[in-house]
């Protein structure tokens, strides 16, 4: 033997002696492959082995599965794949700051203070009102996953600003950011896929809206959710990478065409939502870039003109779902889908002006989020029936409106975290906007126009605060590690003075953000 591969050998020795016993034990666990303790063990395994890859790309995965929608079946209560990463990225991002005191986390502390703000009222509301219990831990009270969704959605932030993004990616990581919504549409294939493939919807899930449909035939009625949040997310990744002058004014005709074909795909979804969403950034995006001062615009208005005019008349033609996602405008649709749109509609004020009487009784201290399991067995009983639609939605939480699911849950408290929240992230934003980079000009444009356009949605027309808080976090976040912080006004160049007069000279005049 040759003595020097003997520390070679030894160690291969230890290598197979602990991959034997453990490969035999898997085998053992695996006898039972549909077992939830199997999936567990599993997934256990398979976080080991990718150990090296975590430790190393945490950041990124982070930002790659956010809005990735995948979901981790084989746990109590099916937690989406973001809130682990939440949790493995922060404690990463932690313990490297502990061992190494040259690390620090991007400093932006009129941010931090309200969100530690809101963090310290959900913890205090939770303990005074029946504590953050899992029903699906066996708790006797329920409730407690929406008060995880806000806490981690909060502590998202953290997690993301743990590092600024290297300038060189930060175009693939944004891109990535939002590309990972087009996984959104695996859900939508369920009907149409054979059964040896239905093993995708455990991980991720069908969206739910009318599935009921013949396999293998496409029915033109059904709301495709997942395509429609396909096409929002890589409509809003065109405006995030490229922005309304590279889309139009560039030359490239493909742009326009992708973007139209993308707000196509996201009327497929039904939402009026979604459809006012991305066409509210659009606007505001073309404003912040000037594109009204172009020599471009007034073709812009003109085409806007003629695709009204050829919309009107063939309303009523379009299939049932862009029916439905244009029922907000005025326009002559059919009786089915205005039917629906309306009801909708209705179904919303009418939970709003139930709700409305309740907001004194919990000004002082919100109602929170728990559940107590004898409410919830008398509500899913099937001798129990609704009183009113105010009943259902107090025990599922969702009043499909922002201001209502801050100060019914969280009293007036809530409403100053969240105010306090927005108006030092809209600041922050705009100081990136306008003190930012050059090479981050769109990203930081687009960032402050979708943040303003989600308050402003979240406010008046869907919102429910712990399903939407991660949104926001998630923008400021961004606009954070892309930006290295809160970018300032550079310092004012010392004043020229000429030797023979006392009379300063002339600066050169502000050059405008973006070029007319």
């Keep these: 033997m040759n003595t020097s591969n003997t520390p070679a050998i030894i160690r291969s020795l230890i290598i197979y002696a602990m991959c034997i016993p453990l490969a035999i034990w898997i085998g053992f666990m695996l006898a039972n492959p549909f077992d939830r303790s199997t999936f567990s063990y599993a997934g256990i395994f398979a976080l080991i082995l990718a150990a090296p890859i975590i430790l190393r790309w945490h950041h990124m995965l982070l930002i790659i599965t956010w809005n990735l929608g995948m979901t981790i079946f084989f746990l109590p209560g099916r937690p989406a794949i973001w809130l682990l990463m939440v949790a493995l990225s922060l404690g990463l991002s932690v313990l490297h700051r502990t061992i190494n005191d040259k690390v620090r986390f991007l400093s932006a502390p009129s941010i931090t203070w309200p969100l530690l703000f809101f963090i310290a009222l959900v913890l205090f509301t939770a303990k005074l009102r029946g504590g953050i219990g899992l029903n699906s831990l066996g708790s006797d009270t329920a409730g407690g996953q929406d008060y995880i969704l806000l806490l ?147 073709a812009f208005i003109l085409a806007g003109l003629i695709a009204a005019t050829l919309l009107i008349p063939f309303a009523s033609k379009l299939p049932f779902t862009f029916q439905r996602s244009l029922a907000f405008l005025p326009l002559s649709l059919s009786h089915e889908a205005r039917a629906d749109a309306d009801a909708s509609r209705d179904w919303r004020l009418e939970i709003w002006r139930d709700a409305l009487p309740t907001v004194p009784q919990y000004l002082l201290l919100g109602k929170g989020y728990a559940i107590s399991k004898h409410d919830l067995d008398v509500a899913s009983s099937k001798s129990f029936s609704y009183i009113s639609n105010l009943e259902g939605v107090d025990i599922t939480g969702s009043y499909h409106s922002g201001p209502l699911s801050t100060v019914i849950y969280f009293g007036v408290w809530g409403c100053i975290a969240l105010l306090w929240f927005f108006i030092a992230s809209l600041r922050a934003l705009y100081c990136n906007y306008r003190y930012g980079d050059e090479e981050f000009r769109i990203i930081n444009t687009f960032l402050l126009a979708y943040f303003l356009v989600k308050v402003f949605h979240f406010l008046i027309i869907f919102g429910s605060l712990y399903s939407d808080m991660y949104s926001f976090t998630a923008l400021i976040g961004l606009s954070v590690c892309v930006n290295g912080g809160i970018r300032r006004p550079a310092p004012a160049p010392a004043r020229v003075v000429d030797k023979n007069s006392d009379i300063p000279l002339a600066r050169p005049r502000f050059q405008p953000f973006y070029p007319r």
């Design 152 to 298: 981690m959605g909060i502590l998202g932030y953290f997690a993301l600003t743990a590092q600024r993004i290297p300038p060189k990616r930060v175009k693939l990581y944004v891109s990535l950011f939002f590309l990972a919504g087009f996984a959104a549409s695996v859900g939508d294939l369920a009907p149409y896929v054979p059964h040896q493939l239905y093993f995708l919807f455990a991980f991720f899930p069908v969206s739910g809206y009318d599935m009921e449909q013949t396999p293998g035939v496409v029915n033109f009625q059904a709301r495709y959710a997942g395509l429609g949040v396909l096409g929002m997310s890589g409509f809003l990744f065109m405006l995030a990478r490229f922005g309304p002058r590279e889309i139009f004014l560039s030359g490239k005709l493909w742009r326009p065409a992708l973007l139209a074909a993308f707000a196509m795909l996201t009327m497929l979804g039904g939402f009026r939502a979604h459809i006012i969403l991305c066409g509210s950034t659009f606007l505001v995006q073309c404003y912040l870039a000037r594109m009204h001062q172009t020599k471009l615009f007034p």
